[in-house]
Each structure stands twice: as C-alpha cells, then as structure tokens.
C-alpha cells in the first residue's frame, strides 16, 4: 500500500471530514459549481458532477445547498468566479506533491501553498516537474464487510484494473473513464462504495523517516486543512506505524 494510500485510511480513522463539516462543505460546493459549469447540470450525463454529488450526500449537505452550487456553475446563481489549476512541487525529502486547487484569487492561493511548502522544506515547481510521476485513477473505497472474492468478481468484470486490501478497507483502481461503470456495477449488486473519487497515484515512492517524516505529514494536514486545496497528492512513504504515532 502506497504511501497516499495510508495516509487515506488514517484520515479515515480519524474522522477528520466530520470534525471539519463546514470545510468539507465548501470544497464539495467548489466542486459541484465546477463540475456543473464544465459539464452541465445534468448528473445523469456529467459524470464528475454525478461524483460531487456523492459525496455532498456523504457529507449530509442540504440538497438545497447543492442545487445551489449547480445554479452557481450553469451561470443561473451569483457568486464569486472560481478557477481550478493544479500547483507542483517538491515537499521534505524530495517527495513529489500535485496540489488540485479551487480558488476566485489565483495569486493569493499560490502564495499562501508556497509559503505552506517552504516552512516545512518544501518548494513550489514548474508546471510539468512531477505530474509525469502519477497517473490518474479512479478509486472505489470498500468495506472489508463486502468480501473479497465476490468484489473482485463483480469489478474486474465491470472493466475495474486491480484491488487492493487497504488494512481496513478495500480499494477498488479503475481507468478513470471506467468509474462511474465499475461503482454502477457493484451497486447493482448490492455493492456500496464509501468513497468514490479520481486520485493521482505515483508511479514510486520516496521513503521517508525522522524529521522529514514528521514535515511530511504536517505539511499534508497544513495544505489539505487550506480553503482552497481540493486534493493533494503525493508519492512518500512512510512505516505505517511510524504514520500512525505522527498522525495521532
């Protein structure tokens, strides 16, 4: 399990998304008002709005909140302009990051992760210095309740690339296109997915220990606890047990 990959299921321990509802509230909207303004308001033909959409439900968001940031995005709601862009760069120990951001102030956002980055040991890249080292996902998030044998039946035969046991959880890897399909499939099924979403998985990892370590994840909590950070992924390493006693 990769080293995004623990620190995913530790999140998840945690419980940092409900302690942090409202933030969680409006990185969704962000996204429901991005998706709807690319793709249309329409959940059945956009396929990313459709996820957003998931996980404003996951979240227990009023359903009016959501029609609301899809108002926002097909241009029928008022509200500030949003941009998304990604930001690369380099984090403690020559970690590669891919920092996905939403913001109506680019130069702002820019400044405050470039900030975050160099107080920890990090700095800001060009466009294209580590986005060669991931490729892009989609993620299926299991319970270990579902079984084994019967999702790996169900998904790979629905298109989806591989299975991992993530400790607690399953995590289902499809081709990113393939999705909305693989989730489709094991729901009809009686399969529910927790979590649904796009990741960028790195191709390596770089180990880290110590002090690097402990920069590392201060710097995720510090970036990924930014209004106007979506994502951030990265491909470090870290022990589990050295992750969880940092984390905890």
Request: charge should be negative; aromatic fraction near 4%; glycine fraction near 10%.
């Amino acid at each position: 399990m990769s080293g995004h990959s623990k620190w995913s299921t530790i999140k998840r321990k945690k419980g940092a998304a409900d302690a942090k509802r409202g933030k969680v509230f409006s990185k969704v909207i962000r996204e429901i008002t991005i998706a709807a303004r690319i793709g249309g308001a329409d959940p059945n033909g956009n396929s990313r709005l459709r996820l957003a959409i998931d996980k404003a439900k996951a979240a227990n968001m009023p359903a009016d909140n959501v029609q609301r940031a899809i108002k926002k995005g097909t241009g029928e709601g008022e509200g500030a302009n949003i941009e998304e862009f990604v930001l690369e760069g380099y984090g403690p120990g020559g970690v590669a990051l891919l920092v996905e951001a939403m913001t109506d102030n680019h130069n702002r956002t820019v400044a405050e992760v470039r900030h975050l980055l160099n107080k920890m040991g990090g700095n800001l890249g060009e466009v294209g210095c580590v986005g060669w080292m991931f490729h892009k996902k989609g993620v299926l998030i299991f319970p270990k309740a579902v079984g084994e044998e019967k999702l790996m039946e169900i998904a790979l035969d629905a298109g989806a690339d591989d299975i991992h046991d993530a400790e607690d959880v399953f995590e289902v890897l499809t081709n990113p296109n393939a999705l909305d399909k693989v989730k489709t499939a094991c729901e009809a099924k009686g399969l529910k997915s927790q979590e649904a979403s796009l990741q960028m998985i790195p191709q390596n990892t770089i180990r880290l220990e110590g002090l690097d370590a402990e920069k590392m994840l201060k710097l995720m909590e510090a970036l990924e606890d930014h209004d106007d950070v979506q994502n951030v992924h990265a491909n470090f390493d870290i022990d589990a047990s050295v992750m969880e006693k940092l984390a905890s």
